[in-house]
């Protein structure tokens, strides 16, 4: 089965850090762009961060923005997500997913999305910030 594959999450103290990985399940996958998403218990799954595969462009939603970085490994074939400042509110799980071209990464990062519109989705790894 062709998905995307997380990894990296754990329990983390308020201010801590975690680096979450993407990996493709086949080194051959295409797409457009990746972008990572979270959801919250009772919450819709959001969109996060987003990076386009053509120039490496990222995009990062507002509450985000600071705090994670999302870099690209060519060799791995991963893209990596660094979570800085860790707070109570980022508790979610974490998914990555391929973001197709007629959405776009600016239109990912806006907030919440359906998730229907993007494929590729992986198990996903919990992230706990708790004291």
């Not at 060519?74 to 707070?87: A, E, G, H, P, R």
Request: proline letters at 5%; charged letters at 20%; aromatic letters at 12%.
């Amino acid at each position: 089965q062709v998905q995307f594959v997380e990894s990296g999450g754990g329990l983390v103290p308020p201010g801590g850090s975690l680096r979450l990985s993407c990996a493709p399940s086949t080194p051959t996958l295409d797409y457009y762009a990746i972008g990572w998403f979270r959801q919250a218990p009772g919450k819709e799954r959001e969109g996060l961060a987003c990076i386009r595969r053509s120039d490496g462009n990222l995009y990062y939603a507002d509450s985000v923005k600071g705090r994670f970085t999302l870099s690209r490994d060519n060799v791995k074939k991963t893209v990596n997500l660094q979570m800085d400042s860790l707070k109570f509110e980022d508790t979610a799980v974490y998914y990555c997913a391929r973001v197709h071209e007629r959405l776009g990464c600016a239109q990912t990062i806006r907030g919440p999305i359906a998730t229907w519109e993007y494929d590729y989705w992986g198990q996903g790894t919990q992230v706990t910030v708790s004291s």
